[in-house]
């Protein structure tokens, strides 16, 4: 069954801890994202990567990074820099011609 | 300037009837898509359907429908004989361009209640 895979479901972050959500996709796409929502709002890109070892910043990148070692997977990192890291982040991945994105079942992080 | 607007906070509609949802977008290149999810209390954001800028007629999924009014900028969807499972959250997007890092661009959404 293809799809997109997100873990943790939920994640609590420390003051001054990086943490790290996992995006995996068996689709076989090329292109992958990372948005964040917040409470009542549309989502924001943070990063994406349209190809292995190549990934580009968003529109709110700062205090995240990223990589993409490998075609299936896009993890995130949310750096100590992020002081605002309370969110609900999705991660998307995008099939060719129409450039439909589809997405992960999402990871919410909260600060303790 | 917002690119992506859509007005309607919250929708209620009656199980069975059908129920329209506003989108306006705004953009100056030729080339562009729109594309309307569905997000329930789960949290996953569900594609129902997309229109390509140069298509001549309007989108249709099943129950869905997308109304293209390309001159006013809208990009309505329409959700014909609702039904209890289709209160979400919907949101309409647009991705510009056909090169370049083709993101989407979102509107705040629109919170659908059918109601029985």
């Known amino acids: 069954d293809g799809g997109i895979t997100q873990s943790p479901k939920y994640l609590f972050r420390k003051e001054g801890q990086n943490v790290t959500l996992s995006c995996e996709q068996n689709?076989?796409?090329?292109?992958m994202y990372w948005y964040r929502q917040d409470p009542g709002q549309g989502l924001r890109l943070i990063y994406y990567?349209?190809?292995?070892?190549?990934?580009q910043k968003g529109d709110i990148a700062e205090g995240y990074s990223v990589s993409r070692e490998k075609k299936e997977s896009f993890p995130l990192t949310v750096t100590s820099a992020q002081k605002n890291p309370t969110a609900f982040y999705l991660c998307?991945?995008?099939?060719?011609?129409?450039?439909?994105?589809?997405f992960g079942a999402g990871t919410r992080l909260s600060v303790l | 300037a917002q690119k992506i607007t859509q007005t309607q906070p919250g929708m209620f509609v009656q199980e069975k009837e059908a129920v329209t949802l506003d989108c306006t977008y705004d953009?100056?290149?030729?080339?562009?898509?729109l594309f309307w999810y569905k997000q329930p209390s789960s949290g996953e954001m569900i594609f129902l359907i997309y229109?390509?800028?140069?298509?001549?007629q309007n989108a249709t999924e099943g129950r869905y429908s997308l109304n293209f009014q390309k001159a006013r900028k809208s990009a309505n969807l329409v959700i014909s004989a609702s039904q209890l499972g289709d209160s979400a959250m919907y949101f309409c997007?647009?991705?510009?361009?056909?090169?370049?890092?083709?993101?989407?661009?979102f509107g705040s959404g629109t919170r659908l209640q059918v109601q029985p």
């Open positions: 998307a991945s995008r099939q060719g011609g129409k450039n439909i994105q589809y």
């Open positions: 229109q390509g800028s140069y298509d001549q």
């Open positions: 689709l076989n796409h090329d292109a």
């Open positions: 990567s349209q190809i292995v070892n190549d990934f």
């Open positions: 997007a647009m991705r510009e361009g056909r090169a370049g890092r083709r993101a989407l661009t």
């Open positions: 953009t100056s290149d030729p080339s562009y898509g």
